[in-house]
């Protein structure tokens, strides 16, 4: 099994991030530029980060102590599960209401409400399940 949100797998999400113009386009559009963190639940801090500006991930790594725009988390078991089979809206929402999905940053409600974040989102666990 592969070792989640380490400086190799995080560098492969921003090859991957980037290939996907349903996330780089899409986000370049709207000028997004943010700074994610992911990570699993009950830790201390995100494992690995992501920094994305006007929709491409210009570095990606390890977590060492970057402020964050959003950092997503969810248990090891949640994660793996996404990547043998991404989420779709729906399962993200339930996923967020029911707790499997945290944000201890950025605001859920508000992204998912806005078209233009919202489908490169959920496009972005897709992503995932490529590496």
């Not at 201390?44 to 390890?62: N, Q, Y």
């Amino acid at each position: 099994m592969v070792e989640l949100f380490t400086d190799e797998w995080m560098q492969d999400f921003k090859e991957a991030w980037n290939c996907e113009p349903e996330l780089k386009a899409e986000l370049a559009e709207i000028g997004f530029d943010s700074i994610i963190g992911y990570g699993f639940q009950g830790d201390d801090k995100p494992r690995g980060v992501i920094v994305v500006k006007c929709g491409e991930v210009i570095d990606a790594g390890a977590f060492h102590g970057h402020e964050l725009n959003w950092d997503l988390r969810a248990s090891e078991g949640t994660w793996n599960a996404w990547l043998a089979k991404p989420p779709g809206m729906m399962g993200l929402g339930v996923a967020y209401t029911s707790g499997k999905l945290n944000f201890l940053s950025g605001d859920y409600a508000a992204m998912i409400k806005d078209p233009q974040m919202a489908g490169p989102f959920v496009k972005s666990f897709a992503v995932m399940a490529l590496l």
